[in-house]
């Protein structure tokens, strides 16, 4: 009978052992690999060192191409009958923008009715000439002196229609303003019924061509030695904020601005949808090349997680790692890195976050 606690306790231990050899094989965890599904739409991208960049980033506006803008002057002052075109229009060349009755267009006209009977008089005093030269009443001197009246009083006339076309002068003493190039109205300063002086010195319209157009940025003085001709530039807008248009600095004004303490540089940017209109403001970020190489990786590649930045490390779809890395500095879709990467190894750039959630939850 004193056997049995023995036996007892000895059956519990050898439970007790086995039940301890077992656990570690519950605790085993499984490897994560990536799914075919989702290894077709995963895309990775090298490290690679590249020259570092700088951005600087100023203030500025959206301007018209001086070479395509054009003022419209009146050459003649008088009443305004009719303005055909409002501001922001379109309008091609030869187009009618407005009509004036005018005085002096009357004046015109009655020089160009003087002309054309000061052409038929002489075209007659020639043809008399001619005739008496012929019937030996004259002499020949007299003939080519009619005939030189002749030109003179033709080349008048044409000088009279030329300016007729150039000025756009209709019967009735009307005087018609043309567009003189295609493009879009940036400026009106004339309104049906207004009165214009003779003397009148501003324009009338401003005419513009904005299929390419210039942002201008004021640089601070600070930075005037970081921005050289040919650097790339990159341009957004209030209106269109998620639009990047990019160009590089064409110009500099080597001059500083005495209001505003800065010195204007020019960007030249393609608008063929006409979306960049002049006077807007724009945000210009101005990007340039460091003496100095670094691992760069594309900025999407990177998971920012409890105030630290992480890559996802590809190898293979059994083989992807979380590591931990330090970011030196961001320009654009470009992220530099100082610590964490090495050159050629694999970043994965899209799916990045479902990877990043399934290892480490």
Known sequence: MRFVPYICVAGLLSLYACGSKAAPESD??????????????????????QQLRNELRFYGSITADNNKLTEVYPAVGGNVLSVNVELGDYVKKGQLLATIRSTEAAGFEKDLSDAENDVIVAKNNWKIAQELYNGKLNT?????????????????LNRMKETFMIYSIKPGAIYEIRSPMNGFIIEKNINQDMLLRSDRSDNIFDIAEIDEVWAIANVNEADINQV??????YVTTLTYPDKVYAGK???IFNIIDPETKAMKVRVKLHNEDFLLKPQMRANIRIAYAEDRRMISIPASALIFDKSKNFVMVFKDRYNIETRQVEVYRQVGDVAYISSGLNENEKVVTHNQLYIYDAIND
């Open 28 to 49: 085993t965890r499984e490897t994560f690999v990536l799914s075919d599904n989702m290894l077709q739409t995963t895309t990775t991208a090298p490290a690679e060192m």
């Open 140 to 156: 020949e001197r007299d003939v080519m002196e009619a005939r030189s009246m002749y030109d003179k009083a033709l080349s008048q």
């Open 228 to 233: 050289k001709l040919g650097v790339d530039a």
């Open 249 to 251: 600095v064409d110009k």
